[in-house]
């Protein structure tokens, strides 16, 4: 083998290793890249799969005499809701809880009665629905009966104020993998 040779048989080597390389880093690039995309629009996917869920809002009677009915307006108009039909249910009527399902996010606002509290939450929780508690600002509201029950579930969170109940919703229907998916 002549000189030439030898250089054009090296020449060729290095060309393919660079070839090679250039491939390789373009392998893992793109798999690096599927694999982050992938993650967020699985995130996403939940999310968007969870708006088609319905947020069930019961609000019986408690010792302040407040309401959701502004919670609900916040919500109705929130851009984020827009599919999220909610539904207020006022009272404390005993047959209105056969309306939970597993497709639903139940809110359930601390009354006086705790016995309809406790069956809003025990329906919800055969269900298997996410649970999301509202003090209507009070801190107190929750007694001991209230966390010895909630104790036994735990897909439920806890809101105070209207802000953290927004955030709560938001936060449920973004994460919440129904076990039926």
């Known amino acids: 083998m002549s000189n030439l040779n030898i250089y054009q048989y090296l020449s060729n080597l290095d060309s393919l290793k660079s070839i090679l390389t250039t491939l390789i880093s373009i392998a893992v690039g793109s798999f690096t890249t599927y694999k982050v995309l992938n993650t967020v629009f699985q ?6 799969e969870n708006l088609d869920r319905k ?3 019961f609000d019986p009677p408690n010792q302040h005499d407040k309401d959701m009915n502004a919670e609900l307006t916040e919500i109705k108009r929130n851009p ?4 999220v039909e909610p539904i207020l249910i006022k009272g404390h009527n005993p047959n209105q809880i056969t309306i939970v399902n597993n497709k639903s996010l139940v809110i359930l606002g601390v009354g006086i009665n705790f016995d309809y509290f406790e069956a809003v939450f025990n329906e919800a929780k055969r269900q298997r629905s996410p649970i999301i508690i509202y003090t209507y600002g009070d ?3 929750l007694k001991q009966n209230h966390w010895s029950l909630l104790n036994t579930y735990r897909w439920y969170s806890v809101s ?7 955030s709560d919703i938001f936060a449920i229907l973004s994460t919440f993998v129904s076990e039926n998916t």
Request: charged letters at 20%; glycine letters at 0%; zero cysteines.
């Open 160 to 166: 105070n104020t209207p802000l953290r109940l927004i």
């Open 43 to 48: 995130r996403e996917n939940i999310l968007f």
């Open 55 to 57: 947020l069930q809002m």
């Open 139 to 141: 801190n107190q509201a």
């Open 80 to 83: 984020l809701f827009k599919k």
